[in-house]
């Protein structure tokens, strides 16, 4: 039956609003009996789009059918509040559920939430039979933490449906047994079944309970796996609420997952994290452990335990490993055809939990041995609790990705280090542009200069990871308090390291009138132009220097240069665009540069001119004898102050000039309180990597990634007008958190850095 006779009588030849004991049997309805008529509601679930009567039925949307006393079959939905009689409905558009299960339905918002969690059998199912002291583990606005339900509230909703909406109340896991991921004394969370990513039966509280109770529990289970979605097991007692279950025999939660362990119920049960599951010479692994795994080609490979268990037909624990990064014959979390958690498809493993290890590169109690094996030495495990004495380079272009892509890549993020973390990988990770100062002899404190080298930057560049202890030893040598776990910006950080640390000579030497400014990084500062929607960092550098009155003594070796805004909040403007080369030419004291208009030797600059529409917008007007008194002879220009500016005059003055170019190499930025960076990592346009040392958090542990985002590199060469009337919401997330989010931009002058 593919149209509405699936639920009328059509095939029968009669009216199709009357229902035949046929078409009772295949939905599943109660039959007309002679003593009276049946009026119960059997409410279902759209699960494919439909239009009725020129009305868009969506999925998602919660309905009954029912029957009134002449027999005659309606089926209603409820739109916008509103309640709506439909005329046809195909049975593969919707799905039967029970009222139990279209209440807890009814409390997820999100239309599509509801078809999702429906489609998951196995986690509706368990859903659906929660009680009083079952733990769940919950979806959270920023993190997922584990639960146990201690009331089921029925919340009185207004809608045509006759439904009350299920709630759950829940209070988070606390003490050394079950960790919540940082969510410390938190009481009694009201949540809906959309919100709920894994739920068990397993009870938590002392044990009363006999045997022969634990047994039917065990069986029970069972049925329940067997039982089609919406149906009841007779075995099952039904949900209680409220204090009905307060005094009721329960078992603790280790001997209930055992319960589960040997009934092989695995597919919906619980894998509590802090819950350790121990045999043999993996006693130390629990769920959320990070674990490296060999495969039997040899090659080693990092992820996380999202399940332990037996699995159906083994007999041994087994782990559900998501995996760092996607293989072949991996799955989406589903074992011989049964599902155990989530995942990305070809991310998901399953392994027996003895052939599992720690992961070497974030075990700072064991000394880690190398693996003897034909992968190369990037993608081993690495001994990253000693330091490594010796000097190493820059990772290469062509072993970037091989080395650093993935998580638990790069340097791991611990108590506000943010700004650290991503100022340290960007200067050091693919450049050489500030190493002088590893080796530079006569610092203030060598003991600080040895951390960073040989216990930060020689194992970044060796392994690709730094673990956060490593950092923390830095932080807590810096001489201030504040630096070990407060927040922090990039620019505190780089003017303590070099300045009342390591002594290091300023990066900048900036000539003010007659006065000479030294600063290691430099802010830009200027006026707001209502008429600038997207400036380049090349302008808004040349506009700051022209309005301060500021010109650079010498050729920086590495320009860090902080974008106008103030705070993490305030921006001057909504996008900015990092200049992939960055031409300081006219910005340079006493050198020889070119007239704006003929191209001979320019001796005066005019700040006026700049804003001169007439003018091509964007360059510094800078003249020579000739065309600035031309210019300036126009009316609208003769109020204009320029100035006189020196040059060489003992250097042949011949076009074209030299020009110095600075190469932009990496970008700090921060949306409010959480610094990450993009960091090019070689010449080609599209070698970039984006960098963010906490990306996810697992119990107390930040877990670093690194991405690689190739796009960055189309996205920088874009026009400004372009980027300027493009939509932020057709922008991708990388090049959105990019343009919009800049804090510091760093540049390099690969010529000067040979001689500095």
């Given at each position: 039956?593919?149209?509405?006779?699936?639920?009328?009588?059509?095939?029968?030849?009669?009216?199709?609003?009357?229902?035949?004991?046929?078409?009772?049997k295949v939905l599943g309805l109660p039959k007309i009996g002679m003593g009276g008529i049946e009026k119960d509601r059997h409410y279902f679930i759209v699960m494919k789009e439909f239009t009725d009567s020129k009305k868009k039925i969506q999925k998602g949307?919660?309905?009954?059918?029912?029957?009134?006393?002449?027999?005659?079959?309606?089926?209603?939905?409820?739109?916008?509040?509103?309640?709506?009689?439909?005329?046809?409905?195909?049975?593969?558009?919707?799905?039967?559920?029970?009222?139990?299960?279209?209440?807890?339905?009814?409390?997820?918002?999100?239309?599509?939430?509801?078809?999702?969690?429906?489609?998951?059998?196995?986690?509706?199912?368990?859903?659906?039979?929660?009680?009083?002291?079952?733990?769940?583990?919950?979806?959270?606005?920023?993190?997922?933490?584990?639960?146990?339900?201690?009331?089921?509230?029925?919340?009185?909703?207004?809608?045509?449906?006759?439904?009350?909406?299920?709630?759950?109340?829940?209070?988070?896991?606390?003490?050394?047994?079950?960790?919540?991921?940082?969510?410390?004394?938190?009481?009694?969370?009201?949540?809906?079944?959309?919100?709920?990513?894994?739920?068990?039966?397993?009870?938590?509280?002392?044990?009363?309970?006999?045997?022969?109770?634990?047994?039917?529990?065990?069986?029970?289970?069972?049925?329940?796996?067997?039982?089609?979605?919406?149906?009841?097991?007779?075995?099952?007692?039904?949900?209680?609420?409220?204090?009905?279950?307060?005094?009721?025999?329960?078992?603790?939660?280790?001997?209930?997952?055992?319960?589960?362990?040997?009934?092989?119920?695995?597919?919906?049960?619980?894998?509590?994290?802090?819950?350790?599951?121990?045999?043999?010479?993996?006693?130390?692994?629990?769920?959320?452990?990070?674990?490296?795994?060999?495969?039997?080609?040899?090659?080693?490979?990092?992820?996380?335990?999202?399940?332990?268990?037996?699995?159906?037909?083994?007999?041994?624990?087994?782990?559900?490993?998501?995996?760092?990064?996607?293989?072949?014959?991996?799955?989406?979390?589903?074992?011989?055809?049964?599902?155990?958690?989530?995942?990305?498809?070809?991310?998901?493993?399953?392994?027996?939990?003895?052939?599992?290890?720690?992961?070497?590169?974030?075990?700072?109690?064991?000394?880690?041995?190398?693996?003897?094996?034909?992968?190369?030495?990037?993608?081993?495990?690495?001994?990253?609790?000693?330091?490594?004495?010796?000097?190493?380079?820059?990772?290469?272009?062509?072993?970037?990705?091989?080395?650093?892509?993935?998580?638990?890549?790069?340097?791991?993020?611990?108590?506000?280090?943010?700004?650290?973390?991503?100022?340290?990988?960007?200067?050091?990770?693919?450049?050489?542009?500030?190493?002088?100062?590893?080796?530079?002899?006569?610092?203030?404190?060598?003991?600080?200069?040895?951390?960073?080298?040989?216990?930060?930057?020689?194992?970044?560049?060796?392994?690709?990871?730094?673990?956060?202890?490593?950092?923390?030893?830095?932080?807590?040598?810096?001489?201030?308090?504040?630096?070990?776990?407060?927040?922090?910006?990039?620019?505190?950080?780089?003017?303590?390291?070099?300045?009342?640390?390591?002594?290091?000579?300023?990066?900048?030497?900036?000539?003010?009138?007659?006065?000479?400014?030294?600063?290691?990084?430099?802010?830009?500062?200027?006026?707001?132009?209502e008429k600038l929607t997207v400036p380049t960092v090349q302008l808004l550098l040349e506009r700051s220097f022209l309005s301060c009155d500021l010109k650079f003594e010498e050729i920086p070796s590495c320009l860090l240069i902080q974008m106008p805004r103030?705070?993490?909040?305030?921006?001057?403007?909504?996008?900015?665009?990092?200049?992939?080369?960055?031409?300081?030419?006219?910005?340079?004291?006493?050198?020889?540069?070119?007239?704006?208009?003929?191209?001979?030797?320019?001796?005066?600059?005019?700040?006026?001119?700049?804003?001169?529409?007439?003018?091509?917008?964007?360059?510094?007007?800078?003249?020579?004898?000739?065309?600035?008194?031309?210019?300036?002879?126009?009316?609208?220009?003769?109020?204009?102050?320029?100035?006189?500016?020196?040059?060489?005059?003992?250097?042949?003055?011949?076009?074209?000039?030299?020009?110095?170019?600075?190469?932009?190499?990496?970008?700090?930025?921060?949306?409010?309180?959480?610094?990450?960076?993009?960091?090019?990592?070689?010449?080609?346009?599209?070698?970039?990597?984006?960098?963010?040392?906490?990306?996810?958090?697992?119990?107390?542990?930040?877990?670093?990634?690194?991405?690689?985002?190739?796009?960055?590199?189309?996205y920088l060469l874009m026009s400004e007008d372009k980027l300027a009337y493009t939509d932020l919401k057709q922008l991708d997330g990388f090049a959105k958190r990019l343009f919009c989010d800049a804090y510091m931009c760093m540049y390099q002058s690969p010529?000067?850095?040979?001689?500095?």
């Amino acid at each position: 039956m593919s149209s509405y006779a699936a639920l009328c009588c059509q095939l029968q030849g009669g009216c199709p609003l009357k229902l035949s004991a046929v078409c009772c049997k295949v939905l599943g309805l109660p039959k007309i009996g002679m003593g009276g008529i049946e009026k119960d509601r059997h409410y279902f679930i759209v699960m494919k789009e439909f239009t009725d009567s020129k009305k868009k039925i969506q999925k998602g949307l919660l309905g009954y059918f029912t029957r009134s006393e002449n027999g005659e079959l309606s089926a209603v939905v409820e739109l916008n509040k509103k309640t709506i009689k439909l005329t046809k409905v195909k049975q593969e558009d919707v799905q039967k559920i029970s009222k139990d299960e279209a209440e807890l339905l009814l409390e997820i918002q999100d239309m599509s939430h509801r078809c999702a969690l429906v489609q998951n059998e196995n986690l509706f199912k368990s859903i659906s039979i929660l009680q009083i002291n079952d733990i769940v583990q919950v979806k959270g606005a920023k993190e997922t933490w584990v639960g146990i339900v201690k009331n089921i509230i029925n919340s009185k909703r207004d809608n045509g449906l006759k439904l009350n909406g299920t709630l759950f109340q829940v209070e988070s896991v606390e003490g050394e047994d079950h960790k919540t991921k940082g969510r410390k004394n938190v009481k009694h969370t009201l949540i809906n079944a959309g919100d709920i990513t894994c739920a068990s039966n397993t009870k938590v509280g002392p044990s009363h309970s006999d045997d022969k109770e634990n047994k039917l529990y065990s069986d029970d289970a069972e049925n329940w796996n067997k039982s089609p979605v919406g149906s009841q097991s007779p075995s099952l007692s039904p949900r209680k609420t409220g204090r009905e279950k307060s005094d009721e025999v329960s078992t603790s939660a280790h001997l209930k997952i055992s319960k589960h362990y040997s009934s092989k119920t695995f597919n919906s049960t619980l894998s509590i994290p802090g819950q350790k599951l121990t045999e043999s010479d993996s006693s130390a692994l629990e769920v959320e452990s990070m674990v490296e795994v060999k495969l039997p080609n040899n090659a080693i490979v990092y992820g996380v335990i999202r399940w332990i268990g037996i699995p159906e037909g083994h007999d041994s624990l087994w782990a559900g490993i998501e995996l760092d990064y996607e293989l072949n014959n991996a799955s989406d979390g589903t074992f011989e055809k049964n599902r155990y958690f989530c995942c990305e498809q070809n991310k998901a493993t399953f392994i027996p939990l003895r052939n599992c290890k720690p992961d070497a590169r974030f075990s700072s109690n064991v000394l880690k041995e190398v693996v003897n094996s034909p992968v190369p030495a990037s993608v081993k495990t690495i001994q990253d609790n000693l330091a490594v004495q010796e000097d190493v380079p820059p990772v290469r272009e062509a072993e970037a990705l091989q080395l650093m892509k993935g998580r638990m890549k790069g340097i791991q993020g611990h108590h506000n280090s943010c700004y650290l973390d991503s100022t340290i990988f960007s200067l050091f990770a693919f450049t050489t542009v500030v190493d002088s100062i590893l080796h530079m002899p006569g610092g203030h404190d060598e003991k600080i200069q040895r951390v960073l080298r040989e216990d930060i930057v020689n194992p970044l560049r060796k392994t690709g990871v730094v673990n956060a202890d490593k950092v923390t030893k830095l932080r807590k040598l810096l001489g201030c308090d504040t630096f070990i776990s407060a927040e922090k910006d990039p620019e505190e950080f780089i003017n303590i390291l070099l300045h009342e640390v390591l002594a290091v000579d300023p990066l900048l030497k900036i000539r003010s009138g007659q006065k000479i400014q030294e600063s290691y990084c430099y802010q830009i500062i200027l006026e707001r132009d209502e008429k600038l929607t997207v400036p380049t960092v090349q302008l808004l550098l040349e506009r700051s220097f022209l309005s301060c009155d500021l010109k650079f003594e010498e050729i920086p070796s590495c320009l860090l240069i902080q974008m106008p805004r103030f705070g993490k909040e305030f921006k001057m403007f909504p996008k900015i665009m990092p200049s992939l080369e960055l031409d300081i030419t006219d910005l340079l004291s006493n050198t020889l540069r070119q007239c704006f208009i003929c191209g001979e030797v320019a001796e005066y600059e005019c700040a006026q001119c700049l804003l001169d529409p007439t003018l091509n917008p964007g360059a510094i007007k800078q003249y020579c004898f000739t065309c600035n008194k031309q210019v300036h002879f126009h009316k609208e220009r003769k109020d204009h102050q320029f100035r006189k500016f020196p040059y060489p005059r003992d250097i042949s003055a011949r076009s074209p000039f030299p020009q110095h170019r600075m190469e932009l190499f990496a970008v700090l930025c921060i949306e409010t309180s959480h610094y990450v960076s993009f960091v090019k990592y070689g010449p080609s346009k599209h070698s970039w990597l984006f960098f963010d040392s906490m990306a996810d958090r697992i119990g107390d542990e930040n877990i670093p990634e690194i991405t690689d985002c190739p796009q960055i590199g189309d996205y920088l060469l874009m026009s400004e007008d372009k980027l300027a009337y493009t939509d932020l919401k057709q922008l991708d997330g990388f090049a959105k958190r990019l343009f919009c989010d800049a804090y510091m931009c760093m540049y390099q002058s690969p010529r000067m850095c040979l001689y500095k």
